[in-house]
């Protein structure tokens, strides 16, 4: 399941984008177009940040949780504010913006985590069994 929904993410992503191309090859480069862009440029930019955190930073996993979520909302806000999203008087949306994503990944994580921990286990299991 892991690997379907991670095939069909991409997947769409590069449909997404070959539309996009033909679009703006067709039409020029449309608001809506513009805003899909940015935030596949946004995407990519987290996912940077938290291979890096990921990679270089060791900390109990909730504090890494908060520390990811305090990165991803400064990011958005920088971002957000570099391409006109937010202004000073909602900035408070990125909190609310990346809590609602952090919290969706990470329970689609915790879920593919389980079933990758159980799987493992049941193969563990039958290998147990063969040498018996």
Do not use: H
Request: glycine share 6%; hydrophobic share 55%.
């Amino acid at each position: 399941m892991k690997r379907i929904l991670r095939d069909t993410c991409i997947l769409a992503a590069l449909m997404i984008l070959c539309v996009f191309t033909v679009s703006i090859i067709w039409v020029g480069l449309t608001d809506e177009i513009s805003l899909v862009l940015s935030l596949f440029g946004l995407s990519f930019i987290i996912s940077l940040a938290n291979y890096f955190m990921d990679e270089y930073v060791t900390l109990p996993i909730l504090t890494g949780y908060v520390v990811k979520y305090i990165l991803a909302t400064g990011i958005v806000m920088l971002f957000g504010f570099i391409a006109g999203w937010f202004y000073k008087s909602n900035f408070w949306m990125a909190f609310i913006y990346v809590g609602i994503v952090l919290v969706l990944a990470y329970l689609v994580d915790a879920v593919k985590t389980k079933q990758d921990i159980d799987y493992i286990n049941s193969r563990i299991d039958r290998i147990r069994n063969r040498e018996r």
